[in-house]
């Protein structure tokens, strides 16, 4: 299948540090990337919609400017975590899908998570 | 978008059957059903899609009724790597849909 990759997969900064994390996909192109966050236990909270040449779309309650997003290309979507708290430590997802796939209805696929820990 | 309703765990021993049932009242026509299976610190990893009567691939089968407003995953002869957390989604999946997740239903898996 598709593979969608992140950078780095696991990372430990300390607080009030900047931390940005990739995703990207390997072997086709997005348009449309997603970023999720996950806590111990817990289900994923989409955070916002990357979106390709513009604007990040984010979830009611994420703040965009704590959260930047940069989809600079059809195959890479940054999100940086600007200064990181310890509030912020997560396990922080993206996913993609393939347009070029499965015709309509495609399925999503993830990259392996990056977990974020801030000391 | 089509709320979900799973169980929250199940348990299961080696070399059993098991079912997952989801529950998703308002599906709507356009929208497909779709489960993942996601290991801990790990991507959520698709299983499964389907729309309407049975859908089978190398690992899962796929049971949704006429009228649509639930559907059953069902693994064959589990095993203990089959311990994972299942999600069920609903939803029109084309373009940038985004993917909402429920709660999931936590699979333990014993020996």
């Known amino acids: 299948g598709a593979v969608v990759s992140q950078h780095p997969s696991w990372v430990i900064c300390k607080s009030g540090t900047s931390v940005k994390i990739e995703c990207r996909s390997l072997d086709f192109q997005a348009t449309t990337m997603f970023w999720y966050r996950q806590f111990p236990k817990q289900s994923l909270m989409l955070m916002a919609t990357s979106n390709e040449g513009s604007k990040a779309t984010y979830e009611q309650g994420v703040e965009k400017d704590k959260f930047l997003i940069n989809h600079a290309s059809l195959t890479l979507s940054t999100l940086t975590v600007t200064s990181a708290h310890p509030e912020d430590s997560s396990f922080y997802i993206c996913?993609?899908?393939?347009?070029?796939?499965?015709?309509?209805?495609?399925?999503?696929?993830f990259g392996q998570g990056t977990r974020l820990t801030v000391v | 978008l089509a709320k979900t309703t799973q169980p929250i765990s199940m348990d299961s021993y080696e070399g059993q059957e098991v079912n997952i049932t989801c529950s998703h009242n308002?599906?709507?026509?356009?929208?497909?059903i779709t489960w993942y299976q996601q290991f801990p610190s790990q991507g959520p990893r698709f299983i499964i899609q389907g729309y309407k009567t049975k859908v089978t691939n190398e690992v899962a089968s796929l049971f949704i009724p006429a009228d649509r407003k639930s559907s059953t995953l069902s693994l064959p002869r589990v095993s203990l790597s089959d311990t994972a957390v299942y999600y069920c989604?609903?939803?029109?999946?084309?373009?940038?849909?985004?993917?909402?997740f429920g709660a999931g239903t936590r699979l333990f898996v014993k020996a």
């Open positions: 989604l609903v939803g029109d999946t084309t373009g940038g849909f985004k993917t909402i």
């Open positions: 308002n599906i709507a026509t356009n929208d497909y």
């Open positions: 996913s993609a899908r393939d347009p070029q796939r499965g015709g309509m209805n495609t399925e999503a696929f």
